[in-house]
């Protein structure tokens, strides 16, 4: 009593009384303390009124009394211990009914909700995204499409098939001559079979690509009875066996030369017109993969 007496006497009271004293001497705000400090505004407000049945329980409440006191330059402790007994006289006049644990939250590791809807929106745009591409709608090529081409095992006109280029040359077989081919029919069906493997480019002439990949060997391939004028590219001729109507025709130029813009139409093979007289300077070599480009290199005439 006595000490309450002289506190009476020589300045505020209560903790709260003195905090708000030397607030007020500093010139200082509650919001200001409240962002120093990061202890919510209606606690300090509680604190400096002395209003203590609603704060939260005691090691809370005098944590916060502590960092008020280093804000405003007063004995952290000592003011965190006294407060520690009012508090307590309060609770014995008035016990506290609920209890209500809190520690103050950083706001600086609590995300804005803007940027936690933004991930979620980004999120599920991937997911779809990944179903439509699986699902082939954006190519054209459905399900029933794929399960053809896997059943076939071979390339078709509506679904271009690019087979990966080995990145090891492969160990090609001995060239042997072709033995002369019997004479061919006027027409029917063109088809191109793999006697060793060979990167061919199958076109229309200045139009889109029919097939572009590697026919590995024993592999064939049918040109589209659809196709106006198709046309080959490929850097291994004598990797390719020819047939019309299942009849062999010549071979489609010299060995180990680029051939280019070659005629795949049934009736330029039949007449013996397929065949490159020249080595298919005007084209680029290098449109062909290494390791199906002629052995020898090409030269213009």
Same mark, same amino acid.
């Given at each position: 009593m006595e000490e309450t007496s002289e506190r009476a006497a020589g300045g505020p009271a209560t903790v709260g009384a003195r905090l708000r004293a030397a607030r007020e001497a500093r010139g200082q705000s509650l919001d200001e303390i409240g962002r120093q400090t990061r202890v919510p505004v209606r606690h300090l407000v509680q604190i400096e009124d002395g209003r203590l049945e609603g704060l939260p329980a005691a090691p809370y409440s005098a944590g916060f009394v502590k960092a008020y006191a280093r804000a405003v330059d007063l004995d952290p402790v000592a003011l965190s211990q006294e407060f520690r007994v009012e508090l307590a006289e309060a609770t014995t006049i008035s016990?506290? =009914?609920? $209890? @209500?644990? $809190? @520690?103050?939250?950083?706001?600086?590791? /609590?995300?804005?909700?803007?940027? !936690? =809807?933004? +991930?979620? +929106?980004? !999120? =599920?745009? /991937?997911? /779809? &995204? $990944? &179903? =439509? *591409?699986?699902? #082939? *709608?954006? %190519? #054209? @090529? #459905?399900?029933?499409?794929? !399960?053809? /081409?896997?059943?076939? #095992?071979?390339? %078709?006109?509506?679904?271009?098939? +690019? %087979?990966? %280029?080995?990145?090891?040359?492969? !160990?090609m077989p001995p060239k042997t001559e072709a033995p002369a081919p019997a004479p061919a029919p006027a027409g029917g069906p063109v088809r191109l079979t793999a006697v060793q493997p060979t990167w061919v480019k199958i076109s229309e002439r200045n139009g889109p690509t029919l097939f572009m990949g590697v026919l590995d060997q024993g592999k064939t391939y049918d040109v589209p009875a659809t196709a106006t004028d198709p046309v080959i590219r490929t850097g291994k001729p004598e990797g390719l066996q020819v047939t019309v109507g299942g009849q062999a025709v010549a071979p489609l130029g010299a060995p180990a030369h680029v051939i280019s813009n070659v005629s795949l139409k049934a009736a330029a093979l039949t007449q013996g017109g397929a065949m490159a007289t020249t080595p298919a300077g005007a084209g680029n070599s290098a449109a062909v993969p290494p390791a199906f480009r002629p052995d020898t290199p090409s030269t213009n005439p």
């Open positions: 016990p506290r =009914i609920v $209890y @209500e644990p $809190y @520690e103050p939250a950083d706001p600086v590791r /609590l995300p804005p909700r803007l940027l !936690a =809807i933004v +991930a979620a +929106a980004i !999120a =599920i745009l /991937l997911v /779809l &995204g $990944y &179903g =439509i *591409m699986r699902s #082939g *709608m954006l %190519t #054209g @090529e #459905g399900p029933d499409a794929r !399960a053809k /081409l896997a059943a076939s #095992g071979e390339p %078709t006109a509506a679904a271009p098939v +690019a %087979t990966a %280029t080995p990145s090891v040359p492969v !160990a």
